[in-house]
T-cell receptor, first 115, second 113 residues
């Protein structure tokens, strides 16, 4: 149980375009979703925390107008990278909090390449 | 704010060798501690976690970790590794409740025959 499905797994886009990444909780309600970014050989860096029905909370240094997070339902959270640039190329991972268990489940990640 | 330090970037072991991966954290309050594994092309999977109680925690696949509060450490161990343990291992902490995980940089383990 507690599976998060993340799509797409890989995406290549042109510089200046926008890319949407989706994370769906398949068998539970994800009240809280965390979005991470991982650079090669680096740690997972928290970008933002989203709670269903409210605005996301962004970490310091993360541009909220560039990385749009929407968490309009208990089963879907999306991250849109707007006007993507090559430096946005990275691995993006979502993680849902499993309420009442202090547990987390992770999506399989999205490899974004901006050319 | 919490921070996590993993000492080894890449560890190479022969099958049947013993494993210990270091993890130290920095945080003044109560923390919960986790170890995750990421196999190539797969999502992060929980190996084990510590919230309270017995500081020696046993997880899946024969892994265990020991919480030493005085050293702010939570090292991961396995007495005999297998080729299938080849993966990336992440130590993580949170401050409890609904707070996000803070991850270390990860340690890549390569097990050779």
């Amino acid at each position: 149980g507690a599976v998060v499905s993340q799509h797409p797994s890989r995406v290549i886009c042109k510089s200046g375009t926008s890319v949407k990444i989706e994370c769906r909780s398949l068998d539970f309600q994800a009240t809280t979703m965390f979005w991470y970014r991982q650079f090669p050989k680096q740690s997972l860096m928290l970008m933002a925390t989203s709670n269903e029905g409210s605005k996301a909370t962004y970490e310091q240094g993360v541009e909220k107008d560039k990385f749009l997070i929407n968490h309009a339902s208990l089963t879907l959270s999306t991250l849109t990278v707007t006007s993507a640039h090559p430096e946005d190329s990275s691995f993006y991972i979502c993680s849902a909090l499993i309420q009442g268990m202090n547990g987390y489940t992770f999506g399989s990640g999205t490899r974004l390449t901006v050319v | 704010a919490q921070s996590v330090s993993q000492h080894n970037h890449h560890v190479i072991l022969s099958e049947a060798a013993s494993l210990e991966l270091g993890c130290n954290y920095s945080y003044g309050g109560t923390v919960n501690l986790f170890w995750y594994v990421q196999y190539p092309g797969q999502h992060l999977q929980l190996l084990l976690k510590y919230f309270s109680g017995d500081p020696l925690v046993k997880g899946i696949k024969g892994f265990e970790a020991e919480f030493i509060k005085s050293k702010f450490s939570f090292n991961l161990r396995k007495p005999s590794v297998q080729w299938s343990d080849t993966a990336e291992y992440f130590c993580a902490v949170n401050a409890g409740g609904n707070t996000p995980l803070v991850f270390g940089k990860g340690t890549r383990l390569s097990v050779i025959a």
